[in-house]
Protein backbone atom coordinates (compact mmCIF):
# COMPACT_ATOMS: atom_id res chain seq x y z
CA UNK A 1 0.00 0.00 0.00
CA UNK A 2 1.34 3.46 -1.22
CA UNK A 3 0.62 5.70 2.13
CA UNK A 4 1.17 9.94 1.62
CA UNK A 5 -0.64 11.64 5.10
CA UNK A 6 -2.93 8.32 5.36
CA UNK A 7 -2.36 7.87 9.47
CA UNK A 8 -5.70 8.03 10.35
CA UNK A 9 -6.82 5.32 7.72
CA UNK A 10 -3.48 2.88 8.45
CA UNK A 11 -5.41 0.75 11.81
CA UNK A 12 -8.59 0.44 10.37
CA UNK A 13 -7.14 -1.07 7.32
CA UNK A 14 -5.27 -3.37 9.37
CA UNK A 15 -8.23 -4.49 11.11
CA UNK A 16 -9.73 -4.91 8.00
CA UNK A 17 -6.95 -6.99 6.57
CA UNK A 18 -6.81 -8.68 9.18
CA UNK A 19 -10.79 -9.40 8.62
CA UNK A 20 -10.56 -10.03 5.03
CA UNK A 21 -7.48 -12.59 5.43
CA UNK A 22 -7.28 -13.97 8.60
CA UNK A 23 -4.23 -16.08 10.47
CA UNK A 24 -3.32 -17.32 7.60
CA UNK A 25 -0.03 -16.36 6.34
CA UNK A 26 0.09 -12.47 5.05
CA UNK A 27 2.44 -9.23 5.67
CA UNK A 28 1.02 -5.78 4.95
CA UNK A 29 4.01 -3.57 3.44
CA UNK A 30 3.66 0.37 3.95
CA UNK A 31 5.48 2.54 1.65
CA UNK A 32 5.08 5.96 3.04
CA UNK A 33 6.89 9.01 1.27
CA UNK A 34 8.46 10.69 4.91
CA UNK A 35 4.24 11.83 5.53
CA UNK A 36 4.00 14.80 7.55
CA UNK A 37 1.17 13.76 9.74
CA UNK A 38 2.97 10.37 11.11
CA UNK A 39 1.40 7.71 8.75
CA UNK A 40 4.78 5.64 9.15
CA UNK A 41 4.90 6.33 12.72
CA UNK A 42 1.36 4.73 13.13
CA UNK A 43 2.11 1.73 10.98
CA UNK A 44 5.08 0.63 13.00
CA UNK A 45 3.60 0.86 16.30
CA UNK A 46 1.03 -1.73 15.03
CA UNK A 47 3.99 -3.79 13.83
CA UNK A 48 5.72 -3.78 17.02
CA UNK A 49 2.74 -6.01 18.58
CA UNK A 50 2.31 -7.19 14.82
CA UNK A 51 5.50 -8.33 12.81
CA UNK A 52 3.31 -8.95 9.45
CA UNK A 53 3.07 -4.94 9.73
CA UNK A 54 6.27 -3.60 7.99
CA UNK A 55 6.88 0.25 6.75
CA UNK A 56 8.92 1.32 3.95
CA UNK A 57 9.21 5.09 4.83
CA UNK A 58 10.98 6.66 1.84
CA UNK A 59 13.64 9.76 2.39
CA UNK A 60 13.01 12.44 -0.64
CA UNK A 61 11.25 10.40 -2.74
CA UNK A 62 7.52 10.97 -4.50
CA UNK A 63 5.01 8.99 -6.42
CA UNK A 64 2.69 6.40 -6.38
CA UNK A 65 4.12 4.12 -8.88
CA UNK A 66 7.74 4.16 -7.81
CA UNK A 67 6.13 3.30 -4.04
CA UNK A 68 3.99 0.57 -5.42
CA UNK A 69 7.43 -1.25 -7.40
CA UNK A 70 9.22 -0.82 -4.34
CA UNK A 71 6.63 -2.30 -1.62
CA UNK A 72 5.89 -5.04 -4.35
CA UNK A 73 9.81 -6.07 -4.54
CA UNK A 74 10.41 -6.26 -1.10
CA UNK A 75 8.13 -8.79 -0.43
CA UNK A 76 8.96 -12.20 -0.22
CA UNK A 77 5.16 -13.88 -0.92
CA UNK A 78 4.94 -15.73 -4.03
CA UNK A 79 1.90 -13.44 -4.44
CA UNK A 80 1.56 -9.35 -4.05
CA UNK A 81 -1.56 -7.09 -4.15
CA UNK A 82 -1.42 -3.58 -4.48
CA UNK A 83 -4.26 -1.75 -3.00
CA UNK A 84 -4.89 2.00 -1.81
CA UNK A 85 -5.08 2.99 2.30
CA UNK A 86 -7.73 5.12 2.11
CA UNK A 87 -10.04 1.94 2.27
CA UNK A 88 -11.48 3.30 -1.30
CA UNK A 89 -10.09 -0.49 -2.13
CA UNK A 90 -12.39 -2.94 -0.40
CA UNK A 91 -9.54 -5.94 1.33
CA UNK A 92 -12.74 -8.16 1.05
CA UNK A 93 -11.97 -9.11 -2.53
CA UNK A 94 -8.45 -10.18 -1.37
CA UNK A 95 -9.58 -14.19 -0.96
CA UNK A 96 -11.53 -13.55 -4.14
CA UNK A 97 -8.29 -12.15 -6.51
CA UNK A 98 -6.07 -14.38 -4.45
CA UNK A 99 -8.15 -17.56 -5.46
CA UNK A 100 -8.51 -16.57 -8.85
CA UNK A 101 -4.64 -16.63 -9.42
CA UNK A 102 -4.14 -19.72 -7.08
CA UNK A 103 -6.50 -22.08 -9.49
CA UNK A 104 -4.05 -20.72 -12.37
CA UNK A 105 -7.63 -18.76 -13.38
CA UNK A 106 -5.37 -15.84 -14.49
CA UNK A 107 -1.93 -14.18 -13.84
CA UNK A 108 -3.56 -10.85 -12.83
CA UNK A 109 -6.26 -10.36 -10.88
CA UNK A 110 -7.62 -6.42 -11.18
CA UNK A 111 -10.36 -4.64 -9.16
CA UNK A 112 -12.33 -2.70 -11.46
CA UNK A 113 -14.33 0.29 -10.69
CA UNK A 114 -16.16 -0.06 -13.94
CA UNK A 115 -17.16 -3.91 -14.57
CA UNK A 116 -20.55 -5.10 -14.96
CA UNK A 117 -21.23 -5.42 -10.68
CA UNK A 118 -19.05 -2.32 -10.07
CA UNK A 119 -20.35 0.69 -8.35
CA UNK A 120 -18.74 4.16 -6.85
CA UNK A 121 -19.38 6.11 -4.56
CA UNK A 122 -18.85 9.79 -4.54
CA UNK A 123 -18.15 9.94 -8.44
CA UNK A 124 -20.55 11.21 -10.94
CA UNK A 125 -21.53 9.10 -13.88
CA UNK A 126 -20.45 11.35 -16.77
CA UNK A 127 -17.15 11.85 -16.07
CA UNK A 128 -17.02 7.76 -15.84
CA UNK A 129 -18.19 6.91 -18.49
CA UNK A 130 -15.80 9.29 -20.38
CA UNK A 131 -13.03 8.20 -18.89
CA UNK A 132 -13.45 4.81 -19.62
CA UNK A 133 -14.07 4.92 -23.12
CA UNK A 134 -11.26 6.56 -24.09
CA UNK A 135 -9.02 4.65 -21.56
CA UNK A 136 -10.55 1.53 -22.42
CA UNK A 137 -9.50 2.29 -25.86
CA UNK A 138 -6.00 3.21 -25.60
CA UNK A 139 -5.37 0.50 -22.89
CA UNK A 140 -6.19 -2.24 -25.65
CA UNK A 141 -4.01 -0.99 -27.86
CA UNK A 142 -1.13 -0.14 -25.02
CA UNK A 143 -1.58 -3.71 -23.61
CA UNK A 144 -3.28 -5.98 -26.07
CA UNK A 145 -4.89 -7.01 -22.92
CA UNK A 146 -9.15 -5.72 -22.86
CA UNK A 147 -9.63 -3.76 -19.27
CA UNK A 148 -12.61 -2.00 -18.61
CA UNK A 149 -10.78 -0.05 -15.59
CA UNK A 150 -6.70 0.12 -17.15
CA UNK A 151 -6.00 3.11 -13.96
CA UNK A 152 -7.44 0.86 -11.70
CA UNK A 153 -5.07 0.78 -8.78
CA UNK A 154 -5.75 -1.87 -7.03
CA UNK A 155 -4.64 -5.71 -8.70
CA UNK A 156 -2.61 -8.90 -7.67
CA UNK A 157 -0.07 -10.80 -9.24
CA UNK A 158 2.52 -13.60 -9.14
CA UNK A 159 5.67 -11.55 -7.46
CA UNK A 160 7.92 -13.36 -9.82
CA UNK A 161 5.99 -12.16 -12.59
CA UNK A 162 6.61 -8.54 -11.50
CA UNK A 163 10.39 -8.80 -10.51
CA UNK A 164 11.53 -10.44 -12.97
CA UNK A 165 10.53 -6.98 -15.42
CA UNK A 166 10.58 -4.38 -12.63
CA UNK A 167 13.58 -2.96 -14.15
CA UNK A 168 11.60 -1.83 -16.78
CA UNK A 169 8.43 -0.14 -15.14
CA UNK A 170 9.01 3.49 -15.63
CA UNK A 171 7.70 4.52 -11.98
CA UNK A 172 6.35 7.78 -13.19
CA UNK A 173 2.82 8.69 -12.46
CA UNK A 174 -0.17 6.70 -11.04
CA UNK A 175 -0.78 4.31 -14.11
CA UNK A 176 1.38 1.38 -12.61
CA UNK A 177 -1.21 -1.33 -14.13
CA UNK A 178 -1.37 -0.32 -17.39
CA UNK A 179 2.25 -0.14 -16.94
CA UNK A 180 2.96 -3.37 -15.51
CA UNK A 181 0.73 -4.72 -18.33
CA UNK A 182 2.50 -3.02 -20.80
CA UNK A 183 6.03 -4.14 -19.65
CA UNK A 184 5.67 -7.92 -19.13
CA UNK A 185 6.00 -9.46 -22.48
CA UNK A 186 4.30 -13.20 -21.76
CA UNK A 187 0.75 -13.10 -22.67
CA UNK A 188 -1.24 -12.85 -19.56
CA UNK A 189 -4.24 -14.07 -18.47
CA UNK A 190 -6.26 -11.02 -16.63
CA UNK A 191 -9.40 -11.17 -14.84
CA UNK A 192 -11.65 -8.76 -13.37
CA UNK A 193 -13.39 -7.90 -10.13
CA UNK A 194 -16.16 -5.52 -9.65
CA UNK A 195 -15.14 -3.26 -6.89
CA UNK A 196 -17.74 -1.34 -5.00
CA UNK A 197 -15.16 1.46 -5.02
CA UNK A 198 -15.88 3.19 -1.64
CA UNK A 199 -15.70 7.18 -0.99
CA UNK A 200 -12.39 7.79 0.69
CA UNK A 201 -12.37 7.49 4.64
CA UNK A 202 -10.30 10.25 5.83
CA UNK A 203 -7.73 12.52 4.51
CA UNK A 204 -8.04 13.94 0.74
CA UNK A 205 -6.58 12.66 -2.61
CA UNK A 206 -3.58 13.66 -4.05
CA UNK A 207 -4.09 12.53 -7.46
CA UNK A 208 -5.99 14.33 -10.37
CA UNK A 209 -7.90 12.43 -12.77
CA UNK A 210 -5.68 13.12 -15.85
CA UNK A 211 -6.24 10.36 -17.32
CA UNK A 212 -5.31 11.00 -21.21
CA UNK A 213 -2.38 12.65 -20.59
CA UNK A 214 -1.30 10.10 -18.17
CA UNK A 215 -1.89 7.31 -21.42
CA UNK A 216 0.64 10.08 -23.53
CA UNK A 217 3.20 9.91 -21.04
CA UNK A 218 2.64 6.27 -20.26
CA UNK A 219 3.06 5.89 -24.36
CA UNK A 220 6.30 8.29 -24.36
CA UNK A 221 7.89 6.33 -21.21
CA UNK A 222 7.95 3.45 -23.14
CA UNK A 223 8.76 4.27 -26.79
CA UNK A 224 11.61 7.38 -25.87
CA UNK A 225 12.06 7.58 -22.29
CA UNK A 226 15.15 5.75 -22.71
CA UNK A 227 16.77 8.24 -25.16
CA UNK A 228 15.18 11.28 -23.83
CA UNK A 229 13.61 11.03 -20.35
CA UNK A 230 10.41 11.42 -19.96
CA UNK A 231 10.55 13.92 -17.18
CA UNK A 232 13.20 16.27 -19.53
CA UNK A 233 11.04 15.82 -22.73
CA UNK A 234 8.06 17.00 -20.88
CA UNK A 235 10.00 20.04 -19.51
CA UNK A 236 11.59 20.89 -22.71
CA UNK A 237 8.31 20.92 -24.22
CA UNK A 238 6.78 23.43 -22.00
CA UNK A 239 9.65 24.90 -22.39
CA UNK A 240 9.23 25.70 -25.92
CA UNK A 241 5.68 26.84 -25.68
CA UNK A 242 6.85 29.19 -23.11
CA UNK A 243 9.04 31.04 -26.06
CA UNK A 244 5.72 31.17 -27.80
CA UNK A 245 4.32 32.68 -24.87
CA UNK A 246 7.29 35.02 -24.48
CA UNK A 247 7.08 36.46 -28.27
CA UNK A 248 3.08 36.80 -27.99
CA UNK A 249 3.30 38.82 -25.01
CA UNK A 250 6.53 40.69 -25.99
CA UNK A 251 4.49 41.65 -29.78
CA UNK A 252 1.34 42.58 -27.90
CA UNK A 253 3.50 44.88 -25.24
CA UNK A 254 5.26 46.62 -28.20
CA UNK A 255 2.03 46.99 -30.17
CA UNK A 256 0.11 48.75 -26.71
CA UNK A 257 3.09 50.09 -25.79
CA UNK A 258 5.05 50.97 -29.05
CA UNK A 259 7.56 54.11 -28.04
CA UNK A 260 6.18 55.29 -24.55
CA UNK A 261 9.40 54.06 -23.06
CA UNK A 262 11.69 55.80 -24.91
CA UNK A 263 12.43 59.19 -23.19
CA UNK A 264 13.25 57.02 -20.13
CA UNK A 265 16.20 54.96 -18.88
CA UNK A 266 14.87 51.96 -20.40
CA UNK A 267 13.40 50.81 -23.39
CA UNK A 268 9.73 49.89 -24.49
CA UNK A 269 11.65 46.56 -25.69
CA UNK A 270 13.41 46.14 -21.98
CA UNK A 271 10.54 46.51 -20.47
CA UNK A 272 8.15 43.91 -22.62
CA UNK A 273 11.17 41.80 -22.52
CA UNK A 274 11.42 41.68 -18.71
CA UNK A 275 7.69 41.19 -18.59
CA UNK A 276 7.36 38.96 -21.15
CA UNK A 277 10.23 37.14 -19.36
CA UNK A 278 8.35 36.64 -16.37
CA UNK A 279 4.50 35.93 -17.68
CA UNK A 280 6.77 32.97 -20.03
CA UNK A 281 8.67 31.94 -16.52
CA UNK A 282 5.30 31.94 -14.78
CA UNK A 283 3.34 29.73 -17.69
CA UNK A 284 6.52 27.33 -17.63
CA UNK A 285 6.35 27.26 -13.34
CA UNK A 286 2.73 26.73 -13.65
CA UNK A 287 2.61 23.74 -16.58
CA UNK A 288 5.60 21.76 -14.86
CA UNK A 289 3.85 21.67 -11.67
CA UNK A 290 1.10 20.54 -13.19
CA UNK A 291 2.13 18.00 -16.03
CA UNK A 292 5.94 17.35 -15.42
CA UNK A 293 5.60 16.80 -11.78
CA UNK A 294 2.18 16.31 -11.29
CA UNK A 295 2.85 13.29 -9.32
CA UNK A 296 4.71 15.48 -6.83
CA UNK A 297 2.71 18.75 -7.32
CA UNK A 298 3.32 21.79 -4.85
CA UNK A 299 -0.30 22.74 -3.45
CA UNK A 300 -1.19 25.19 -1.10
CA UNK A 301 0.07 29.32 -1.15
CA UNK A 302 2.90 29.38 0.17
CA UNK A 303 4.73 26.43 -1.05
CA UNK A 304 3.82 27.43 -4.29
CA UNK A 305 4.98 30.64 -3.94
CA UNK A 306 8.15 29.49 -3.01
CA UNK A 307 8.44 27.33 -5.31
CA UNK A 308 7.64 29.86 -8.24
CA UNK A 309 10.64 32.23 -6.53
CA UNK A 310 12.61 29.16 -6.63
CA UNK A 311 12.21 28.45 -10.31
CA UNK A 312 12.61 32.09 -11.09
CA UNK A 313 16.09 31.59 -9.65
CA UNK A 314 16.23 28.23 -11.44
CA UNK A 315 15.81 30.13 -14.75
CA UNK A 316 18.61 32.93 -13.82
CA UNK A 317 21.04 30.42 -13.38
CA UNK A 318 19.78 28.41 -16.46
CA UNK A 319 19.93 31.79 -18.87
CA UNK A 320 23.70 32.55 -17.69
CA UNK A 321 24.65 29.17 -18.71
CA UNK A 322 22.97 29.66 -21.60
CA UNK A 323 24.47 32.88 -22.40
CA UNK A 324 27.71 31.91 -21.24
CA UNK A 325 27.64 28.77 -23.84
CA UNK A 326 26.02 30.45 -26.71
CA UNK A 327 29.12 33.68 -26.39
CA UNK A 328 31.69 30.85 -26.03
CA UNK A 329 30.51 29.24 -29.41
CA UNK A 330 30.01 32.15 -31.50
CA UNK A 331 34.08 33.09 -30.10
CA UNK A 332 34.76 29.75 -31.64
CA UNK A 333 33.55 30.73 -35.01
CA UNK A 334 29.73 29.25 -34.51
CA UNK A 335 27.23 30.88 -36.53
CA UNK A 336 24.89 32.69 -34.68
CA UNK A 337 21.99 30.81 -34.68
CA UNK A 338 23.25 27.14 -34.19
CA UNK A 339 25.33 28.93 -31.22
CA UNK A 340 21.89 30.75 -29.40
CA UNK A 341 20.43 26.76 -30.06
CA UNK A 342 23.09 25.04 -28.20
CA UNK A 343 23.03 27.93 -25.55
CA UNK A 344 19.16 26.99 -25.38
CA UNK A 345 19.91 23.70 -25.25
CA UNK A 346 22.49 23.87 -22.26
CA UNK A 347 20.34 25.95 -20.39
CA UNK A 348 17.46 23.61 -20.64
CA UNK A 349 18.97 21.16 -19.42
CA UNK A 350 20.52 23.19 -16.28
CA UNK A 351 17.30 24.45 -15.63
CA UNK A 352 15.68 20.92 -15.56
CA UNK A 353 18.53 19.35 -13.06
CA UNK A 354 18.58 22.59 -10.71
CA UNK A 355 14.45 22.85 -10.60
CA UNK A 356 14.13 19.01 -10.39
CA UNK A 357 15.98 19.24 -7.51
CA UNK A 358 15.63 22.81 -5.63
CA UNK A 359 11.98 23.25 -6.76
CA UNK A 360 9.93 20.17 -7.08
CA UNK A 361 13.17 17.96 -4.48
CA UNK A 362 12.55 17.36 -1.13
N1 LIG B 1 4.02 6.60 -1.21
C1 LIG B 1 3.15 7.40 -1.85
N2 LIG B 1 3.64 8.49 -2.53
N3 LIG B 1 1.83 7.14 -1.81
C2 LIG B 1 0.99 7.97 -2.46
C3 LIG B 1 1.43 9.10 -3.17
C4 LIG B 1 2.84 9.37 -3.19
O1 LIG B 1 3.32 10.32 -3.79
N4 LIG B 1 0.34 9.72 -3.71
C5 LIG B 1 -0.73 8.99 -3.33
N5 LIG B 1 -0.35 7.94 -2.57
C6 LIG B 1 -1.19 6.90 -1.94
C7 LIG B 1 -2.33 7.44 -1.12
O2 LIG B 1 -1.94 7.68 0.21
C8 LIG B 1 -3.35 6.32 -1.23
O3 LIG B 1 -3.11 5.28 -0.32
C9 LIG B 1 -3.12 5.78 -2.63
O4 LIG B 1 -1.78 6.14 -2.99
C10 LIG B 1 -4.09 6.39 -3.65
O5 LIG B 1 -3.97 7.79 -3.63
P1 LIG B 1 -5.24 8.74 -3.68
O6 LIG B 1 -4.70 10.12 -3.52
O7 LIG B 1 -6.30 8.29 -2.75
O8 LIG B 1 -5.67 8.48 -5.18
P2 LIG B 1 -7.12 8.55 -5.81
O9 LIG B 1 -8.13 7.87 -4.94
O10 LIG B 1 -7.38 9.95 -6.22
O11 LIG B 1 -6.85 7.69 -7.15
C11 LIG B 1 -7.27 6.36 -7.30
O12 LIG B 1 -7.75 6.23 -8.60
C12 LIG B 1 -6.75 6.34 -9.63
C13 LIG B 1 -7.40 6.26 -10.99
O13 LIG B 1 -8.42 7.19 -11.11
C14 LIG B 1 -6.11 5.38 -7.04
O14 LIG B 1 -6.67 4.07 -6.93
C15 LIG B 1 -5.09 5.34 -8.14
O15 LIG B 1 -4.23 4.21 -7.94
C16 LIG B 1 -5.77 5.21 -9.47
O16 LIG B 1 -4.82 5.24 -10.52
MN1 LIG C 1 -8.14 7.50 -2.98
Redesign the pocket.
Known amino acids: ?6 RPNIGPMVDRLEAALGPTGWEAIF ?3 NSSDGTADAAREISLGDPRIRVIQ ?1 IGR ?3 AS ?1 AIEGMCATAAPIVAVM ?3 H ?2 DPALLPRMLAAIHSGECDVAVGSRFAEGASMEGWNRPDREKVSAVANQLARKVTGVDLTDP ?4 FMLRTELLRRDAHRLSGIG ?3 LLDILATIDTPLKVKEFPLKFAA ?1 AEGE ?3 D ?1 T ?1 VFEFLVGLYDKWLGRIIPTRYALFGTIGAAGVIVHMAVLSAFLTLFGGRFEDHLVSTFEVGQTIAALVAMTFNFVLNNALTYA ?2 RLRGAWPLAKGWLKFGLTCSVGLLTNVGAAAVLVRMGFHTYPAALTGILIGSVWNYALSSRFVWGR
Open positions: MPTFNEVDDRRGLADADQHMSGYFKIRSKLRVDQ
